[in-house]
């Protein structure tokens, strides 16, 4: 989903994917931890990006409601990436 400012949200549907968030973000999302559950469709794990493709923000979408979302090293994101997720 393209948004305005260059971001875009990019919905992390492999094993890859979310273990590429993970070492970049530095959180658990990936190595294996939320795997089946987006195989399974009952989650659903997107990543805020910027023009450039770096992440800023992952969230986790669970019945259609934001369950988590997190910055950098598992910290509360940067204010100004918020009104985005």
Do not use: W
Request: proline fraction near 5%; glycine fraction near 12%; hydrophobic fraction near 25%.
């Amino acid at each position: 989903m393209k948004l305005s400012g260059g971001m875009e949200i990019v919905q992390l549907t492999t094993p890859e994917a979310l273990d590429y968030e993970s070492t970049y973000m530095g959180h658990c999302v990936g190595q294996g931890d939320y795997d089946s559950g987006v195989r399974e469709g009952s989650i659903e794990i997107y990543s805020l990006r910027d023009s450039n493709g770096e992440p800023h923000a992952t969230f986790e979408v669970r019945d259609n409601e934001v369950h988590q979302c997190k910055g950098k090293g598992n910290k509360t994101p940067v204010q100004k990436y918020i009104p985005y997720v």
